[in-house]
C-alpha cells in the first residue's frame, strides 16, 4: 500500500515537473517570437517618430525582417521617400519665390532710385551699410535681414513726389523741402498695404527723425524713434554725404563719418553711431559699399524697365526720347561716392 502511494507521489512530481518545464520552454519561446516581432515594428515606430520630428531622410533597415515586415517596411520607406521629395519640392519653390520677393523689392527699389540720377544705387548702399550697422550692434540675422529690406525700400515714398522737385538741380525752396518730406509718409501708406511688409513700415516713416526731435514727419524724440529708423537714419547720412548731389560734390568717407560723430546726441543716436564707427574701422562698412554697388548695374536694368513699362517716371520724359531716368553716371564720380578718394 505504502509502495503503491510512493509511486503515484512520484507520479505527480514528474509531471508537475514536466508541466513546469513545458511552461518554462513555451514562456522562452514567446519571449523569443515577441522580439522577432516585435523589435522591427519599435524600429518603424522609432523611425516614424525622427520623420514626424521633420528628419525626412530617414529608412527602415529590411535586413532580416520576415517578408511581411519587410513588405511593410518597405512601403514605409517609400513613403517617406515621396515625403522627402516633396518638401524638397516645396523648399525650392518657397526658394525661388523668396529670390523673386527679393528681385522685385530691389528693382523697385532701383527704380525709385532712377527717378533722380543722383541717387542710383542710394537704396541698396543705405541697405548694405544698414545691415552692417545692425550686425555690429550684435542684433539677430532675422533682425539684419529685416533692417536691409527696410533700408532698401526707405525712401520709397519718393514715387509720390513730383518729379520736378526729385530732379531740381538746386537748393529747394521751403514749400518744395515740405512736399519732399512728404515721402516718409507716402512710403509707409504705401508699404503698410502689404501685409508681409508691415514691419519695415517705421523704418520708412521714421528714417528722417532726430535724437533730439527735430526730425520729421512726426519729431519722435530719443528711443521713440524705432531702433531700426535709427540705424537707416546714419546710413542714410553716410550715402548722401559721400556722394555728388545737386549741391555737393561727394565727400571722403573719413569726413562723412567725422559729420556722423558731431551729429551724434543732436541727430544720431550715440549707441548707433558707436557701432558703426566699430563698423567703419574694422572694414565692415566699405566691404558692404563695395559689395552693394555690384548689383546696381542688374538692378538698373530692371528698373529701366520697370520705368518704361509701369510708367514711374514721370509723364515729362517724351516717348522716343533717351531715358532721362538713368544717365551715365562718370566713372571718376562713382570712384570718388563709394571709396576712398
Ligand atoms: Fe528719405
Same mark, same amino acid.
Request: charged share 20%; proline share 4%.
Given at each position: 500500500?505504502?509502495?503503491?502511494?510512493a509511486?503515484?507521489?512520484?507520479?505527480?512530481?514528474? %509531471?508537475?515537473?514536466?508541466?513546469?518545464?513545458?511552461?518554462?520552454?513555451?514562456?522562452?519561446?514567446?519571449?523569443?517570437?515577441?522580439?522577432?516581432?516585435?523589435?522591427?515594428?519599435?524600429?518603424?515606430?522609432?523611425?516614424?517618430?525622427e520623420?514626424?520630428a521633420?528628419?525626412?531622410?530617414?529608412?527602415?533597415?529590411?535586413?532580416?525582417l520576415?517578408?511581411?515586415?519587410?513588405?511593410?517596411?518597405?512601403?514605409?520607406?517609400?513613403?517617406?521617400?515621396?515625403?522627402?521629395?516633396?518638401?524638397?519640392?516645396?523648399?525650392?519653390?518657397?526658394?525661388?519665390?523668396?529670390?523673386?520677393f527679393?528681385g522685385s523689392?530691389?528693382?523697385?527699389?532701383?527704380?525709385?532710385?532712377?527717378?533722380?540720377?543722383?541717387?542710383?544705387?542710394?537704396?541698396?548702399?543705405?541697405?548694405a551699410?544698414?545691415?552692417?550697422?545692425?550686425?555690429?550692434?550684435?542684433?539677430e540675422?532675422?533682425?539684419?535681414?529685416?533692417?536691409?529690406?527696410?533700408?532698401?525700400?526707405?525712401?520709397?515714398?519718393?514715387?509720390?513726389?513730383?518729379?520736378?522737385?526729385?530732379?531740381?538741380?538746386?537748393?529747394?525752396?521751403?514749400?518744395?523741402?515740405?512736399?519732399?518730406?512728404?515721402?516718409?509718409?507716402?512710403?509707409?501708406?504705401i508699404?503698410?498695404?502689404?501685409?508681409?511688409?508691415?514691419?519695415?513700415?517705421?523704418?520708412?516713416?521714421?528714417?528722417?527723425?532726430?535724437?533730439?526731435?527735430?526730425?520729421?514727419?512726426d519729431a519722435?524724440?530719443?528711443?521713440?524713434?524705432?531702433?531700426?529708423?535709427?540705424?537707416?537714419?546714419?546710413?542714410?547720412?553716410?550715402?548722401?554725404?559721400?556722394?555728388?548731389?545737386?549741391?555737393?560734390?561727394?565727400?571722403t568717407?573719413?569726413?562723412?563719418?567725422?559729420?556722423? %560723430?558731431?551729429l551724434?546726441?543732436?541727430?544720431?543716436?550715440?549707441?548707433i553711431?558707436?557701432?558703426?564707427?566699430?563698423?567703419?574701422?574694422?572694414?565692415?562698412?566699405?566691404?558692404?559699399?563695395?559689395?552693394?554697388?555690384?548689383?546696381?548695374?542688374?538692378?538698373?536694368?530692371?528698373?529701366?524697365?520697370?520705368?518704361?513699362?509701369?510708367?514711374i517716371?514721370?509723364?515729362?520724359?517724351?516717348a522716343?526720347?533717351p531715358?532721362?531716368?538713368?544717365?551715365?553716371?562718370?566713372?571718376?564720380?562713382?570712384?570718388?561716392?563709394?571709396?576712398?578718394?
Amino acid at each position: 500500500m505504502t509502495a503503491a502511494f510512493a509511486a503515484v507521489g512520484r507520479m505527480i512530481y514528474r %509531471t508537475v515537473l514536466i508541466s513546469l518545464l513545458l511552461v518554462a520552454l513555451a514562456a522562452f519561446f514567446a519571449l523569443l517570437a515577441s522580439r522577432w516581432v516585435g523589435k522591427p515594428v519599435q524600429h518603424l515606430a522609432e523611425t516614424s517618430h525622427e520623420i514626424a520630428a521633420g528628419n525626412f531622410g530617414q529608412r527602415v533597415d529590411t535586413l532580416g525582417l520576415t517578408f511581411e515586415m519587410a513588405d511593410l517596411a518597405d512601403n514605409f520607406n517609400r513613403m517617406s521617400g515621396h515625403v522627402e521629395s516633396y518638401v524638397e519640392q516645396l523648399k525650392r519653390a518657397a526658394a525661388a519665390n523668396r529670390e523673386l520677393f527679393i528681385g522685385s523689392i530691389r528693382a523697385f527699389a532701383a527704380a525709385i532710385d532712377a527717378k533722380d540720377p543722383y541717387t542710383r544705387g542710394h537704396s541698396e548702399r543705405v541697405a548694405a551699410v544698414s545691415r552692417s550697422i545692425a550686425s555690429s550692434l550684435g542684433l539677430e540675422a532675422d533682425f539684419q535681414q529685416h533692417v536691409w529690406l527696410g533700408a532698401l525700400l526707405h525712401d520709397v515714398g519718393k514715387i509720390g513726389v513730383d518729379d520736378r522737385i526729385l530732379k531740381k538741380g538746386g537748393v529747394l525752396t521751403p514749400e518744395e523741402f515740405d512736399q519732399m518730406k512728404l515721402h516718409t509718409v507716402i512710403g509707409a501708406e504705401i508699404m503698410a498695404r502689404i501685409e508681409q511688409l508691415r514691419d519695415i513700415v517705421p523704418a520708412i516713416r521714421w528714417h528722417h527723425e532726430n535724437w533730439n526731435g527735430r526730425g520729421y514727419p512726426d519729431a519722435l524724440r530719443g528711443e521713440d524713434i524705432p531702433l531700426i529708423a535709427r540705424i537707416i537714419a546714419v546710413a542714410d547720412t553716410f550715402d548722401a554725404v559721400t556722394t555728388s548731389r545737386p549741391y555737393q560734390q561727394a565727400y571722403t568717407l573719413e569726413f562723412a563719418v567725422e559729420t556722423i %560723430t558731431k551729429l551724434t546726441g543732436t541727430r544720431f543716436d550715440a549707441k548707433i553711431t558707436t557701432a558703426f564707427l566699430k563698423a567703419f574701422n574694422t572694414g565692415l562698412i566699405e566691404n558692404a559699399i563695395r559689395r552693394a554697388s555690384q548689383p546696381t548695374e542688374q538692378m538698373e536694368a530692371s528698373a529701366a524697365l520697370m520705368v518704361s513699362d509701369v510708367g514711374i517716371v514721370g509723364s515729362s520724359q517724351a516717348a522716343g526720347e533717351p531715358s532721362a531716368a538713368l544717365p551715365p553716371m562718370p566713372k571718376e564720380r562713382r570712384a570718388t561716392a563709394r571709396l576712398k578718394p
